[in-house]
Nanobody
């Protein structure tokens, strides 16, 4: 059974830090691209950062330089270190995993989300 379980969300003051974790099970974590998305009230879900199986990372412009995505294949866990948090970072953060096979079949999975609230 595939599971992505996020943790580490909470309430923090502006300028503070949080570290989100995404514990994965039920699939070959090491070959999947891992990503963090977020969705604020009344807004569409947006990509925050992703890290490939080869550990290449990309970030949304809004978090570049403040957030760091990483992965530990030995622990089947992805992380999102969030520094210098702003009230506009308030959202539900979702972990996402995907892999496309050489023959074109895509497998993707979502976590249940964790709330991050940044107070001003």
């Amino acid at each position: 059974q595939v599971q992505l379980v996020e943790s580490g969300g909470g309430l923090v003051q502006a300028g503070g830090s949080l570290r989100l974790s995404c514990a994965a099970s039920g699939f070959r974590f090491s070959i999947h691209t891992m990503a963090w998305y977020r969705q604020a009230p009344g807004k569409q879900r947006e990509l925050v950062a992703h890290i490939t199986s080869g550990s290449t990372t990309t970030y949304a412009d809004s978090v570049q330089g403040r957030f760091t995505i990483s992965r530990d294949n030995a622990k089947n866990t992805a992380y999102l270190q969030m520094n210098s948090l702003k009230p506009e970072d308030t959202a539900v953060y979702y972990c996402y995993a995907d892999h496309t096979t050489s023959w074109g079949t895509k497998y993707d999975y979502w976590g249940q989300g964790t709330q991050v609230t940044v107070s001003s």
